[in-house]
């Protein structure tokens, strides 16, 4: 009994241990990778703290989890580096209470950011049926029940649930799809990249203003997979 005791305690010193290592990585990449940059928003870089992101990669990716870099998730997909997360996630603007629409769930990592920052439902779209499914149960396990997941093809959104405080596209088209742009309400925000598949894309923020009128902004240069669906390659303006 004694050494199965032993045994039990060295395995609760090693979950706490590896617990507060993740915590420390989590700090560290903030530090780094976000503050130490142009990451200025407290409620960003609280929510970047938070969610624990190495939960939401495969588990042979788990110790690279907080590099400066994007992962692959797998079907072709990757998450973003989280300074990419953290900086498309500042260009919305957000406050508790915002209703966000993202396209492109991928492994559900930026839709656990939103929920962090809104406090409330989040709405997001992946067209590839596996990582929705994946999605949907890391989503559920690490309690972010708020967040919901739909398959489907994000270039025409979630008219159902419009309109929207803020979008953001995680996948690039060769251009602002419309639809997205009426699904905002007056205020709102569209961030997302834009740009050719070969390319670099750009980051481009698409405000709505009172009239409904609509002003863009570019951001960075950013390299992001290609949005697929209705909205490959359909050259609109």
């Known amino acids: 009994m004694k050494a199965m005791a032993s045994i039990v305690a060295l395995l609760l010193a090693a979950g706490a241990a590896s617990g507060e290592d993740w915590a420390g990585q ?50 072709g997909q990757t998450i973003s580096q989280p300074y990419i997360v953290a900086y498309m996630t500042q260009l919305l603007c957000l406050k508790p209470g915002s209703k966000v629409l993202e396209v492109g769930a991928g492994s559900g990592y930026q839709a656990a ?11 997001t779209i992946e067209i590839v049926k596996p990582l929705v499914l994946r999605a949907t149960a890391d989503l559920k396990r690490l309690g972010y029940k708020q967040v919901h997941v739909r398959h489907g093809d994000g270039y025409e959104g979630w008219p159902q649930e419009a309109p929207f405080d803020a979008i953001i596209v995680t996948a690039a088209p060769d251009h602002v799809p419309q639809p997205l742009v009426k699904q905002l309400k007056s205020g709102g925000r569209l961030v997302l990249p834009v740009g050719g598949v070969r390319d670099v894309q750009c980051m481009v923020v698409v405000e709505k203003l009172a009239d409904g009128t609509v002003r863009k902004h570019e951001g960075l240069p950013v390299r992001f997979v290609p949005l697929t669906g209705k909205g490959k390659n359909r050259g609109e303006p």
Do not use: C, K, S, W
């Open 26 to 75: 989590r700090e560290r990449m903030v530090a780094g990778q976000l503050a130490g940059r142009d990451i200025t928003d407290g409620a960003v870089l609280r929510a970047m703290r938070t969610v624990p992101r190495h939960e939401f990669v495969r588990a042979g990716e788990r110790e690279a989890a907080y590099g400066d870099f994007p992962l692959p998730i797998g079907h």
């Open 113 to 123: 950011v939103l929920a962090e920052i809104t406090r409330t439902n989040v709405y």
